[in-house]
């Protein structure tokens, strides 16, 4: 009897839950529907043909993901044309994409992160250059084009990044009475000398300051240690371009990691100040360590401004945003005091042109929709929040309290440093580095035998992505 | 009846025949065809004959070490999970209280993904690791090939524990009985009775464990994800490293699966070739 009924019961479980499946995918409970009828007038004229076909998105930022479908879901309810948007994992973009574009409906919609990639999938890219969302962009320079006018792909998410900092625990540490250096002002730390001053200083007087290390966990977990092999590396190949006169919209170029100490300066920096044993990161992922930082256990992180979610929807979040301040990246360079954050745009925007003429022009009408219309601008700015090189959407309010830093960072006149790390050679080039950084850490590789390792590495990827074409 | 059944046979079949070849065949001839192609998408691949294998044995340092690093998994894999397993069965079928209990307990391991038990026992490795030796899993080829092996184990043995529990309760009461009248002891029951019977379940689970090891992919992402630096990557883990770490990298990868399906298959073989000998009828 007893059995009979746990089978019973069971089965009604299993029935609820694919119920419970099924219900989810058609609601569209959340959104006001009058609000959204005001504004299908001025969209008639994109959409008098009628489409019945599903624009398909392939979302590259996994962090936005839950947002991507209020918009999926806001724009069905405008005009009735489907929208499907599926996101890659973090760091499996290229891979998803790979297999999509095999299926039969692929991607219409998708996204290309550097000039590397771009190699792989121009092939791929439809001209942008007569597009409405073309006309929007307040610049060349956030496109990829061949030079000659073909346009593969518009920038739409302008990021940045540097050192995070919870100006909170910042000033309580410029007003301790006992601080061994002189500043007092987040201004002070653009050289590598002070900030390593104020960071050692601020780990001699971590008690006093409630906070159990001056930086969050260096994630060097295998896949969450992008922060580093990438993100970080892009000092040191700015300098070393920079010095070379090397172009970096072109090929990737050679690397002979001639700033590896100033990149050793500031990792060394974050594994010695940190609050755990620097033997113990090879397990942390970036989560942890955005999630000690939203938590008050430490004062810096090194991330982007992406990464504001993260810590805000972090499970007993407590960090203030008008807490939250960007400090440049500094490695002990000179010139450096007049640099800022590392500013690029990541990622652009390509439509597929494979797909049927009838597909393109939903997709990039869909695309307009998202950066000219009030109900998209509204989800870019408050749900998506990207800052856009549109002009359409110069008059949009964000949330995000990392933009506000760095536009007080670019008002003070300091120069961003581009992005660079579009052009390191492949997938693999950065895993290794990142093992052998990890390595590092632990104690078990020596710094010059990481440097040499990176630099032959650099040189056998290029010539294979060469092969791989 | 007979004729019936020959008339509608084909009717019957069609569809699992259908599904067969669409889920397994036909995938299986486009990989080995796409091994030999540079693809990015499989549609448009274009042929390039051998390069792609005889890149696979030059680039020696992710391939060969990652399969030494399986066969030595394998080899200690089998043999522990085996050996627990069939203890565990000959044990539970012994008139113990609560042997369902018991068997139940044993059995769920294996209802839970691999991607979950590698986080799993992640944490709780690296607990008594950063106790013991102050430094995590990644620290060391040697504690993620352990990490490994204790994950496997956990994970496989119940299962290999229902199989023998089986074996064992189909060898018939009688002859127990009648060895135990001619005076032999527990041992020699065990080694003359009950060992030659149960041969046939040794050799499904032989075969389970020694094709599961091989194909480990989700519990070594997520335990070790290779660390330190690709030194616990297994085959599985190398060729899908391989497939999407570089672009145009495909085929090789394609190379590498088609090279990893044959070597399993002549394991697989010679296995069942010598468990099957010591059958008995």
Redesign the interface.
């Given at each position: 009897m007893r059995k009979k009924l746990l089978s019973v019961l069971l089965c009604v479980m299993m029935a609820t839950s694919m119920m419970g499946c099924g219900k989810k995918n058609p609601a569209s409970k959340d959104t006001e529907p009058g609000k959204e009828k005001e504004q299908t007038d001025n969209l008639d004229t994109k959409t008098e043909s009628r489409y019945d076909g599903t624009i398909y998105y392939l979302n590259y930022k996994p962090e936005v993901s839950d947002a991507f479908q209020k918009v999926a879901e806001a724009y069905t309810n405008e005009t009735g044309i489907k929208v499907k948007i599926e996101t890659a994992a973090s760091g499996?973009y290229?891979?998803t994409l790979?297999a999509e574009?095999?299926k039969k409906d692929a991607p219409t919609i998708f996204v290309v992160d550097g000039a590397t990639?771009l190699e792989?999938w121009k092939d791929y890219c439809a001209d942008l250059s007569g597009t409405e969302l073309y006309s929007y962009l307040s610049d060349d320079t956030y496109t990829m084009n061949d030079g000659n006018g073909y346009i593969y792909g518009i920038a739409y998410s302008l990021e940045a990044w540097g050192i995070i900092v919870n100006k909170a625990i910042m000033n309580k540490y410029f007003a301790l009475e006992n601080k061994g250096t002189d500043f007092t002002s987040l201004d002070d730390l653009y050289t590598f000398e002070n900030l390593k001053a104020v960071v050692e200083d601020m780990t001699a007087n971590k008690e006093a300051l409630g906070i159990e290390g001056v930086f969050g966990s260096t994630s060097?977990?295998?896949?969450d240690n992008w922060r580093y092999h990438t993100h970080l590396l892009n000092q040191a190949l700015y300098w070393e371009w920079l010095k070379d006169g090397i172009d970096i919209t072109g090929a990737t170029p050679e690397f002979k990691f001639e700033y590896a100490e100033n990149y050793k300066n500031i990792f060394d920096l974050y594994l010695n100040n940190s609050l755990i044993?620097p033997?113990?990161v090879?397990?942390k992922t970036v989560d942890d360590s955005m999630a000690e930082f939203a938590l008050l256990k430490c004062a810096m992180i090194q991330n982007g401004d992406w990464s504001w979610n993260t810590i805000a929807n972090t499970s007993g979040s407590v960090i203030k945003p008008e807490d939250i301040a960007f400090i440049p990246i500094s490695t002990g360079v000179e010139g450096e005091d007049k640099m800022g954050l590392s500013v690029g745009a990541s990622q652009y925007l390509c439509i597929n042109k494979n797909a049927s003429e009838e597909d393109q022009k939903a997709a990039l009408d869909f695309l307009a929709w998202l950066f000219s219309s009030k109900t998209g601008k509204e989800l870019v700015a408050r749900d998506l929040q990207f800052v856009t090189p549109f002009t359409t959407m110069t008059d949009s309010i964000y949330t995000n309290p990392l933009f506000a830093s760095e536009n007080e960072i670019n008002s003070k006149g300091k120069v961003a440093y581009p992005w660079c790390t579009g052009l390191i050679p492949?997938?693999?080039w950065k895993?290794?580095f990142g093992?052998?950084l990890?390595?590092y850490a632990?104690g078990?590789m020596e710094w010059d035998d990481v440097v040499s390792a990176a630099v032959a590495d650099w040189a056998t990827?290029k010539e294979?992505?060469g092969?791989?074409? | 009846m007979q004729k019936y059944y020959k008339k509608y046979f084909s009717i019957f079949v069609l569809p699992t025949l259908l599904a067969y070849l669409v889920a397994f065949i036909i995938p299986l001839v486009m990989g080995v065809y796409l091994s030999f192609c540079k693809f990015k998408t499989v549609s448009d691949a274009e042929f390039v004959g051998l390069s792609n294998y005889l890149f696979v044995f030059k680039d020696s340092q992710g391939f060969l070490h990652a399969l030494w690093f399986t066969i030595k998994f394998a080899v200690v894999g089998i043999l522990s999970t085996n050996l627990i397993a069939f203890a565990l069965a000959v044990l539970l079928t012994k008139k113990v209280k609560g042997t369902n209990i018991f068997r139940t307990i044993f059995f769920m391991p294996n209802l839970i993904g691999g991607i979950v038990l590698g986080y799993i026992w992640q944490l709780l490795l690296n607990g008594i690791l950063i106790k013991i030796v102050g430094a995590d899993i990644t620290f060391s080829a040697t504690y993620g090939y352990w990490g490994l092996i204790i994950l496997f184990n956990w994970q496989m043995i119940g299962y290999l524990m229902i199989i023998y529990i089986a074996g064992i309760q189909s060898i018939p009461a009688d002859l127990f009985e009648a060895a135990q009248m001619d005076g032999a002891n527990g041992r020699q029951r065990l080694f003359k009775i009950t060992l030659p019977m149960v041969m046939t379940s040794i050799t499904i689970c032989t075969f389970l464990t020694l094709t599961n090891s091989f194909k480990m992919f989700d519990q070594n992402f997520a335990l070790t994800a290779g660390a330190p630096a690709h030194k616990t990557s297994m085959l599985a883990l190398d060729i899908y490293n391989t497939y999407y770490g570089r672009i145009g990298f495909a085929g090789i990868g394609q190379a590498k699966a088609v090279i990893f399906t044959i070597i399993l298959i002549v394991f697989a073989v010679i296995q069942l070739r010598i468990t099957r000998a010591k059958e008995v009828e």
């Open positions: 499996t290229e891979s790979t574009m095999d990639m792989n060097l977990k295998n896949g044993e033997k113990l090879g397990t492949s997938e693999v895993q290794n093992a052998n990890l390595l632990q078990q990827e294979l992505s092969m791989g074409e | -």
